[in-house]
């Protein structure tokens, strides 16, 4: 057990630059985790021995609470996940092997914490009994890998895909015959005039109008003139749902189809060097970069100024992306590409890998679905991205959060190897 603990007095805070600052959290994430896996083994040796012959308590769980000042729930909770890790011993004195030991060796390392080591012992539970040992240590360890660099919701995600394979026929459902399940909508009027509406929709429908709706209830930005948007998600979508009804009686489109047609007016040389500021529709201003994240998914109507600024030409509206292709994006990526991002294509932009204004092609290989917040981050940061072999965008992040460098992908919306 580790008691290299160090007594150095920390240089002051502000001394640091950016990329240490960076260290000194990642050094005490993996302290932290390192503790808390030798803890687990603490504890394990208390249960083993007995609680009640050393303390003289009735479980190893209320004497753990008792030392941690916490509740008994919190305190079973760190005592299940270390018999989990750790191996035990019976009555006669023999060892019990660990349930999880590769994901306590990775916790031991510093390389996981417990966030990711109770989804996996959790999915280990849930393993059907016939699974032999050789495939449950097989999925441990692709678990274990997957969490050394994943989120804890993508190895949810694969868990259940694994599990899925293990057993493919699943739980008997409880009806045999279960009735045909079909859309409901209820509305009944109020004596004040106003509309209780419930009910259910089938995947189709319900998909339809998310995406019709999701893009009409974003809250309202905050602007010099008005207070911020206060109003709850579901007071957005009710107004969002009006807005889309009245649409509907007067034309016969709805929104959510085709990008934003938009009039961008920038030096060529500002957009190429990311330095200067660009005029959206002769009123809004951008900056370069921002104009950059434009010009990668939508219709863009190219102004071309003079050198006192006076327009000698205005481009044809040009469709970077096409629907065809924005379909394929999705179906390729699912999603907001970027590591451990659950947004869903409809809040994606398309992301050109080598940029349009430096060249980059509008195919497939060099584009890449990013939501608002990581298509910024991607424009702003030492975060790269480029397109495998196999098709797939991977990420390469900064020194800073990875001194290796190493690999990453979106596994929320990719399908784990097998």
Known sequence: MSRNLSTQKPPPLWRLSGRELADEVRARLEALWRLDAELGQLLVEVDSRGVSELYGYGSTAAWFAHMGRMSRGEAKKHLDRARGLNPGRSIDG?????????TGAAALAGEIGPHHIGRILLFLKKIP???????????????????????????????????????????????????????????????????????QLDPITGTRLSTILDPLST???????????????????????????????????????????LVVTVALNDLKTKLGTACLDMVSELTATETRMLACDCQIIPAVLGSKGE???????????????????????????????????RHCDAHHVIEWAHGGHTILRNLVLLCTAHHRLLHSSPWTVHITEDGIPTFIPPDYVDPLRSPRRNYLHQRIAA
């Open 129 to 199: 009994a016939d699974v032999s040992e050789e495939d449950r240590a097989s999925a441990e360890k692709i678990l274990v890998e997957l969490a050394r660099q994943a989120t804890p919701q993508e190895v949810d995600k694969a868990a259940a895909e694994i599990l899925a394979r293990m057993d493919q026929d699943g739980k008997e459902p409880k009806d045999p015959d279960p009735a045909e399940r079909k859309p409901e909508l209820r509305m009944r009027q109020r004596k004040d005039g106003w509309f209780d509406i419930d009910g």
């Open 94 to 102: 023999t060892e019990t092997p660990a349930a999880a030991p590769a």
């Open 311 to 345: 327009p000698l030409d205005l481009g044809r509206a040009k469709r970077l992306v096409t629907p065809a292709l924005r379909k394929a994006l999705i179906i390729r990526d699912g999603g907001c590409a970027f590591p451990g991002c659950h947004r869903k294509p």
């Open 219 to 261: 809250p309202r930005p905050a602007g010099e003139d008005e207070w911020p948007d206060l109003r709850t998600t579901s007071q957005r979508y009710g107004e969002a749902f009006g807005e889309a009804i009245a649409m509907l009686a007067n034309v016969p489109d709805v929104p959510g189809g085709d990008r934003a047609h």
